[in-house]
């Protein structure tokens, strides 16, 4: 289980989440930030500081946002 980054990101890009996250696990694609599965810690620091709240715990992901845990593993799939 790890933290999942929303499309809500894709506008915003702030990359506050970046200066937060104690293990480094966030990385930018073409469109958005995503967070590495495998070394997420679970920690939540990054949606607390999220200024567009696009940062769910994968558990708690809205429905509607489904394909970003997708989209996160795909950038990481070896
Ligand atoms: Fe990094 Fe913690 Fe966010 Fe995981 S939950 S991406 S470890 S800040």
Do not use: W
């Not at 970046?18 to 495998?38: A, F, G, K, R, S």
């Not at 997420?40 to 607390?48: H, P, S, T, W």
């Amino acid at each position: 289980m790890a933290f999942v980054i929303t499309e809500l990101c894709r506008d915003e890009k702030a990359a506050v989440c970046l200066d937060v996250c104690p293990v480094n696990c966030i990385v930018m694609t073409d469109t958005q930030y995503v967070i590495n599965p495998e070394i997420c810690i679970d920690c939540g620091a990054c949606e607390l500081v999220c200024p567009v709240e696009a940062i769910f715990f994968e558990d708690e992901l809205p429905p509607e946002y489904n394909s970003a845990t997708q989209l996160a593993l795909n950038h990481f799939r070896n």
